[in-house]
């Protein structure tokens, strides 16, 4: 093999293409190193010289990185001299896939005036409406806004992880003063307050939060982003929990409100500062790899599940991901679908009978009096995008909110990009799996080159659910609401062709 290491005369090109393809930066590629071996990891610049020929790495080493990407070593080496390119990024939907002719009916003058009417009669609030022009923006950008991230940084100093003291202490310095109050918070029939602000720095907190130390940090550092992002001027919604066939939030009306899309957007500055105070990227990044993405790691830094599924969204150098966070019937509290899956709901708060074997309505399902939270459960599902199969795994986790309500957390990753990152032929190995549900009336064991394919993508992208979700069948599930046929003619045998 050393004979061979030193005619690898392309071995520092193939290696520096397969990082990048994987969005791995060096730093991240040695981070991944030490996991392996401490004390024989490269350094960052001992991989920089390698990709740039200037240093040969030695066969032990070479073994560890081909180790890392799930390849042979002699890929490397020059018998192989294909670099291959970065697949080309997936289309997008939207109205960049919309021929909008004639475009004049489609002029600012006009969507003023019919937005508003449109909003009336599908009984969607203003509030709704501001989310979802929130959720596309952060598809758009792949969850990346890095003027908040350096906010709460400076604001930080990049420490994780930060205790309930650390945080009071960093609210104080930023004039905030913590004031609890009793009871449910419920007024009337509303929704259970968590927490609220008062203009200038007065945050008032439910004391069921008292003993709930991860979520009271969010709480306050939800509120520290609101003074620093925004001087505390108090124009910010209430945090509430959501009870069981609640579609609306605070202050919602039908149609367009005069502060819908100001409140929204805040709400959602506020929340992305709150996680990257608490999981800062560049140390958050570290950890996710020590932690090969378990969520249960959550407790290693003091915050909640939630947080961290949110956050994986923002900080992995994968882009394909999606996170739900429902309550019953199957209200959304919060969407990300960076990998364009598309939504199973029949509008953007009520299910309208979806299809049932989507993770988060398997477990939304269970009884209110179910345990929770329970150990998080994969699934690998494929589903019929267009005329393209795609193949998702998501990790989903039945659980409790701060005021006791239950909900469902799912976080999950489209596995073809990834696979075909690697040189599979991802639309055979989905097809695969596609028959083999289509047989078994919409659950199907996963065949064994696809299984194998699936742990390599696993160890690349370092996320270990993947490869857990493999000791279950793969479902089908439908990218609908509707009615599903499965009981007289299975949706495998629709949704996904012969």
């Excluded at 923006?137 to 890095?146: I, V």
């Amino acid at each position: 093999m050393t004979g061979l290491i030193r005619q690898g005369h392309f071995l520092g090109a193939k290696l520096r293409s397969l990082r990048k393809r994987n969005g791995l930066t060096l730093d991240e590629l040695s981070a991944r190193c030490i996991q392996v071996d401490a004390a024989g990891a490269p350094s960052v610049s001992y991989l920089s010289m390698v990709e740039t020929g200037k240093r040969m790495p030695s066969a032990e080493m070479l073994g560890m990185l081909a180790g890392i990407f799930s390849k042979d070593a002699r890929w490397f080496l020059d018998e192989n001299t294909d670099v291959e390119a970065a697949p080309a990024p997936p289309q997008r939907g939207g109205l960049e896939a919309m021929p909008l002719e004639p475009a004049f009916l489609f002029s600012n003058e006009l969507l003023q005036n019919a937005l508003p009417e449109l909003l009336s009669q599908t009984g969607t609030t203003g509030r709704q409406f501001a989310q979802l022009l929130i959720r596309v923006w952060q598809e758009t950008r792949h969850n990346n806004f890095p003027d908040i991230e350096r906010a709460a940084e400076e604001c930080g100093k990049r420490q994780m992880p930060l205790d309930l003291a650390a945080v009071i202490a960093i609210g104080k310095r930023h004039g905030l003063d913590i004031k609890w109050f009793d009871g449910d918070g419920r007024k009337s029939e509303g929704p259970l307050v968590r927490s609220r602000f008062e203009a200038p720095g007065t945050v008032l907190i439910n004391k069921r939060l008292r003993r709930q130390e991860e979520r009271l940090k969010y709480e306050l550092a939800f509120f520290v982003g609101h003074k620093i992002l925004h001087n505390g001027d108090g124009m910010i919604s209430p945090h509430t929990a959501v009870q069981s066939g609640d579609a609306e939030t605070p202050g919602s009306v039908r149609g367009m409100g005069a502060q819908d899309v100001l409140y929204a957007w805040r709400d959602f500055e506020c929340s992305f500062f709150a996680g990257a105070l608490l999981c800062p990227r560049i140390p958050f990044r570290r950890f996710l790899i020590r932690e090969a993405h378990s969520v249960s790691a959550c407790r290693k830094v003091g915050v909640t599940p939630a947080l961290v599924m949110r956050r994986m969204t923002a900080v992995s150098p994968y882009r394909h991901w999606h996170f739900f966070d429902a309550y019953p019937p199957g209200y959304l509290r919060a969407v990300y679908r960076g990998n364009g899956i598309p939504l199973p709901w029949g509008n953007m708060s009520l299910v309208s009978d979806p299809c049932p074997r989507w993770a988060v309505f398997r477990l939304l399902r269970q009884s209110p009096e179910a345990p929770a939270p329970q150990r998080p459960k994969s699934q690998i599902s494929v589903m019929q995008d267009g005329r393209r199969a795609r193949l998702y795994c998501c990790h989903s986790l039945l659980t409790r909110d701060a005021l006791d309500e239950l909900h469902v957390l799912s976080v999950g990753v489209d596995l073809l990009p990834a696979l075909d990152a690697q040189g599979f032929d991802g639309e055979s190995l989905v097809a695969a799996v596609a028959d083999s549900c289509r047989r078994g009336g919409g659950d199907g064991v996963i065949p064994p080159d696809v299984s194998t394919a699936i742990r390599a993508v696993s160890q690349v992208l370092n996320i270990s659910w993947v490869a857990d979700a493999l000791s279950s069948p793969a479902s089908v599930i439908c990218p609908r609401s509707g009615a599903c046929p499965r009981q007289s003619q299975p949706c495998a045998a629709q949704s996904i062709g012969a």
